[in-house]
């Protein structure tokens, strides 16, 4: 652990300038990523801007859609009646997440924010591109089972962890950030980047801002949903797979659908082809198998996550069928 | 009069239950001497060389550091002068010699250790430290290893050697049977990872006087080896482990973190407190290790076992031999006319494993009781008819009777329990919605050990009796079982002992593990108890003949007095007796009878395990667990059942989940913490059932007692593995059952 200072300003325009202006600034929210990465020395932060006192907990609904404060805790979303009636799918994706200790201390915005679990980013002494860029991926040549199918880069496989962001790619959410230069809002698919020639980076967000909250659009998947994660333990395990899957059946016939991926890519990967292919046809096993080889298309396993090509299409397929017969 | 059993047999409370759950219970890590310092290692980043220099200087000057002590600068360790380490290894080989050298010889090898004020400045000190190697080629891959597996050096030396090949009849005779199989286990490298992490506090109480809070299964061994370590009377080294959060086998051996806070101590001339971080875990106490199992089988088509081979090969390091008994249960678990194993190790790149939970047996039953389900699924015979049909009746390893054995009734209870008559013969056919649904079963044994142990008993002038006793209390109970036997030899309620343990400066007693202590310390405390009644009628006798000529039996420990069973004249008040504290005080040595060479001794027991298996997402879950023991006397229904649970809910973590990993490459483990390092949580853990055989065994103790603690795990994993066989018609015989292996 590396020494820092700490402040805890009150008002969202010192705590960005606090980021903004000190390149080794980062935001502390729940803190249930980035202290472990402190204490691992994968983070170095000097200063650490906790936001916690800032006005960012509100969940209400507004116009068109849900709007969630960056600093709502990930239980009290999860938890949430206008959450639980309007998006089950995300409080379903919640609830898949981390643990309840960590559900009561984990935000929104640091939600969005972790970094990946890949091993090699976690060991200082190992080479990571994302950790140490030009170090090399220890990854590639390594143990990856856990690492990416779509959507990666001779620099990085890495996954990315959330269970969350899955469900909010699915539900093409908006996220409100905040920084130096003004307010913007970033469509949720373009909110985390591939790795690319740069996988030291995460996202989007340029240095200092802030993400101040997340706008759910309402939509028809109120009923036929299903968050699906595979892990290798019942609780408290990241994803093998996961499918956040969501249906607008009209009797048998679908209406819409909307598809994403966990465990699988940098980012939480949206599976628009297969939710096009769904359109129109009967809710069955049959069409779901067809949509899950449509959303494979262009996968490639490394090593040791050779079986992702099968358990991916898999439990898009076990997803669809939950989210059908809900 | 035969003391009759009133607290023997219940489920009596534990009796530090509450200081447990209130956080009064202080643990290794929680004396806080005045003047303590904090001590954090820093580990290699190879996995082999050399170290060619440190630099400390940023951590010297680091806020709050008292001390940097590396290789360079060690103080001189006296017992390992002749450059020995003189505590017990394992079987063969030399134990690390912490900073005496500047080998590397595996991947977080302590190779400095910081001392600060406090434990955040300890910590950060230790960042700061910055080594140079010279690195050499290193093999950590197991795959490498077995293909250049050793005999053990104490097989090679002594062909009566546990551990050495074994043959009955023919060997390998099944590989010219007509019916046969031939089937290659793996179980990967599992990590104890007891929730309380391993402390030590080293106090130098004097120059020539250490006191150690320790985390250790035996307070008397970890003296001795630190005695001789720094050249020490036994008796100027206290070792205290009052409590112990659970150890599983980690504290088992010394290791490189103790001799390090120790030399820390001496160094700063203050006690140090030293607590290993949960990615020290991993490297620094042990581990099961990596092993590979080969098991040859073949039978008659009426189901009786003709031949049955066993191998292994175990992982080891490169400074130690560590062995097991991993292919022990194939000479007596069946009755089959050739049986021979064989056992090696695999001399790699990593620290020395330690026994875990069931040890060798576990991992041995893995592979026996699964290849008894293909060999059953092969004959088409239900696997329990096929166990029935080769059933030991005598030990077929020596032609002994067994002191008890009853295997049988657990198959029948366990069986019945589970509803076993719902198992499908054939694979793959029984379904609940979408999932599939199997049984398994799987069998475990585990020797019942006694060694001697010693106890005293004292009577204060309270009425209440304190018995001391150096064994440790791991987490099954020990303090309770022995005040339940105390309160029925002596015929007293339970609130009357008091029973203390963890110091080894109380009467001898063995270390915590191989399922022993109730069976060794449990008979050392009803000799003491009736040693000490016996003590009380002598001191009686001196003034009042009635206890002079009266039977041992008809003494009674009234409430402040001594009396005799028909004879209500005869009272000795407690008062008058004990005039001087050690005036009623009694310590004994009890020892393991003569029976031991005419009996085969064992706890049996039998899991059955119901599962569902996902078929598209290759997700298991454990519905139902029932476990049936023949453990002879069950002292305490409530600890025996929990001890029971826990070892289920520990065969669920090796069947489904546990594995740690090492990235070849860099020999250094890729599971550091336990999100990577995968236990069950409540989640994976179904209600499980417990069911006792309850019949004592008249020859390990006068007790009865026969050993829980590692038949509660040992064929565990296989009744998971078989019970995914019946689901799925797929055999994994590779663990963990992760679902990639299911798709």
């Known amino acids: 652990m590396n020494q820092f200072q700490y402040v805890r300003p009150t008002q969202q325009r010192t705590a960005i300038t606090a980021v903004a202006k000190d390149p080794n600034a980062t935001f502390i929210a729940g803190g249930t990523n980035l202290v472990d990465l402190m204490k691992r020395g994968v983070m170095t932060p000097q200063k650490l801007v906790d936001i916690n006192r800032l006005p960012l907990t509100k969940i209400e609904h507004q116009k068109n859609s849900l709007r969630i404060g960056a600093l709502a805790l990930n239980a009290t979303v999860a938890n949430h009646q206008l ?18 200790q960590l559900r009561n201390m984990a935000t929104v915005g640091g939600n969005l924010l972790q970094r990946t679990r890949c091993p090699y980013f976690y060991d200082v002494t190992l080479p990571c591109n994302k950790r140490q860029p030009g170090s090399g991926c220890g990854a590639l040549e390594g143990i990856n089972r856990m690492h990416a199918i779509f959507g990666f880069s001779d620099k990085c496989i890495a996954v990315h962890p959330s269970d969350m962001s899955v469900a909010l790619a699915a539900l093409d959410a908006t996220v409100l950030v905040s920084g130096p230069k003004g307010d913007r809002s970033i469509a949720f698919a373009d909110l985390h980047r591939l790795p690319g020639d740069a996988p030291e980076k995460d996202t989007t967000l340029e240095p200092g801002e802030l993400i101040t909250a997340v706008e759910v659009p309402d939509g028809h998947f109120t009923r036929y949903v299903s968050y699906y994660k595979v892990r290798e333990r019942a609780s408290y395990a990241f994803a093998l797979v996961s499918v956040a899957a969501a249906l607008d059946l009209d009797g048998d016939n679908i209406v819409a659908a909307r598809l994403a991926m966990g465990g699988v890519a940098h980012k939480p990967w949206r599976l628009a082809a297969a939710e096009q292919h769904l359109i129109g046809k009967p809710a069955t096993e049959a069409s779901f198998r067809q949509a899950a080889d449509v959303a494979m298309q262009g996968a490639k396993a490394f090593k040791h996550n050779e079986y992702k090509l099968k358990l991916a299409p898999n439990t898009i397929v076990q997803a669809l069928k939950t989210a059908a017969a809900a | 009069m035969k003391a009759q059993n009133k607290q023997i047999g219940t489920p009596m409370n534990r009796v530090d239950g509450r200081l447990k ?9 929680e004396y806080q001497l005045p003047g303590l310092a904090y001590a954090v290692l820093v580990g290699s980043t190879i996995a082999r060389g050399r170290v060619s220099s440190i630099d400390t200087r940023a951590a010297e000057r680091a806020p709050g550091a008292l001390a940097v002590i590396t290789h360079f600068n060690a103080p001189k360790v006296p017992g390992f002068a002749k450059g020995q380490n003189p505590s017990q290894p394992p079987t063969a080989g030399q134990p690390l010699q912490v900073f005496q050298d500047d080998k590397v010889r595996f991947n977080d090898q302590p190779i400095a250790v910081v001392v600060a004020d406090t434990y955040e400045r300890a910590r950060f000190a230790a960042g700061l430290v910055k080594a140079q190697y010279v690195q050499e080629k290193h093999q950590t891959d197991m795959t490498v290893g077995t293909r250049q597996a050793f005999q053990p050096t104490q097989a090679r030396k002594n062909p009566k050697s546990p551990v050495a090949d074994y043959q009955r009849g023919r060997a390998d005779a099944y590989q010219t049977a007509p019916i046969k199989l031939e089937a290659e286990y793996i179980i990967p490298t599992e990590v104890h990872h007891p929730i309380e992490l391993q402390a030590v506090t080293a106090h130098w109480e004097a120059p020539d006087r250490l006191t150690l809070y320790d985390k250790t299964q035996g307070t008397i061994r970890t003296r001795n080896d630190f005695a001789k370590e720094w050249n020490l009377p036994e008796a100027n080294v206290k070792v205290i482990a009052t409590f112990v959060g659970g150890a599983f086998g980690n504290g088992l051996h010394s290791w490189p973190h103790e001799s390090a806070a120790i030399m820390a101590a001496k160094q700063v001339n203050r006690p140090v407190k030293l607590v290993l971080s949960r990615e020290q875990m991993f490297t620094m106490v042990g581990y099961r290790p990596y092993t590979w199992q080969k098991i040859g089988m073949s039978a008659t088509p009426d189901g009786k076992i003709t031949a049955l081979t066993h191998e292994a090969t175990g992982q080891t390091s490169t400074y130690e031999e560590f062995t097991e008994s991993t292919v022990q249960q194939s000479r007596m678990m069946y009755a089959a006319p050739n049986v021979n194993t064989r056992y090696r190790l695999a001399a790699l790149d990593v620290s020395t494993p330690i026994w875990m939970r069931g040890p060798g047996e576990a991992t041995g039953a893995f592979a026996l009781e699964s290849a008894m389900d293909e060999m059953a699924h092969q004959l088409r015979l239900d696997p329990l ?17 067994w002191s008890t054995k009853f295997l049988k009734e657990c198959y029948q209870m366990g069986a019945e329990r589970i509803g076993w008559s719902k198992r499908p013969l054939t694979p793959g056919t029984l379904r609940d919605g979408d999932w599939l649904v199997g049984y398994g079963m799987g069998v475990g044994t585990f020797g019942a050990h006694r060694s001697k142990a010693q106890t005293s008993a004292r009577l204060l002038p309270t009425g209440t009796v304190l018995l001391q006793c150096a064994t440790t209390d791991i987490g099954p109970g020990t303090g309770t079982a022995m005040t339940q036997i105390a309160a029925d030899t002596l015929g007293l309620p339970p609130e009357k002992i008091r029973f203390e343990l963890g110091n080894s400066q109380f009467p001898t007693a063995p270390t915590q593990g191989g399922s022993s202590t109730v069976n060794s310390v449990g008979a050392a405390v009803q000799e003491a108890c009736l040693a000490l009644r016996d003590k009380l009628r002598q001191l009686a006798a001196a003034s009042n003949s009635a206890f002079a000529v009266a039977q041992k039996e008809d003494v009674v420990l009234a409430d402040g007095y001594l009396a005799l069973t028909g004879n209500p004249a005869a009272r000795a008040n407690y008062a008058d007796l004990v005039r001087q504290p050690d005036d009623a005080l009694v310590t004994v040595e009890s020892k393991p009878s003569e029976e031991q060479k005419k009996y085969s001794m064992y706890s049996f027991s039998v899991h059955f395990a119901k599962v569902r298996v996902q078929p598209l997402t290759g997700e298991v879950r454990v519905s139902k667990l029932v476990s049936c023991a023949d453990a002879g006397t069950i002292v305490n229904l409530k600890t ?21 990993t090492i990235d070849n490459r860099f020999g250094r483990y890729i599971t550091k913490d336990l999100a990577d390092y995968h236990v069950p949580v409540h989640a994976d853990a179904p209600a499980v059932e417990v069911l006792f055989v309850n019949q004592p065994d008249p020859h390990v103790n006068a007790l009865g007692t026969k050993g829980i603690g590692e038949i509660a795990i040992i064929g565990v994993a296989p009744a998971i593995a078989n019970a995914v066989f019946n689901a799925t018609g797929k055999r994994i015989r590779e663990l963990p059952i992760t679902p990639d292996k299911l798709i």
């Open chain 1, 83 to 100: 959450v639980r009636e309007r998006h089950p799918l995300l409080a379903q994706a919640l609830n898949a997440g981390a643990s309840a």
């Open chain 2, 21 to 29: 759950v209130t956080g009064a219970a202080t643990y290794s890590a």
């Open chain 2, 385 to 401: 008819e096929f166990r029935l049909r080769n059933y030991a009746d005598q030990d077929p390893e020596n032609g002994r009777p």
């Open chain 2, 640 to 660: 025996a059942a929990n001890q029971m649970k826990g070892g289920a809910v520990g065969g669920i973590g090796m069947a489904l989940m546990e594995a740690a």
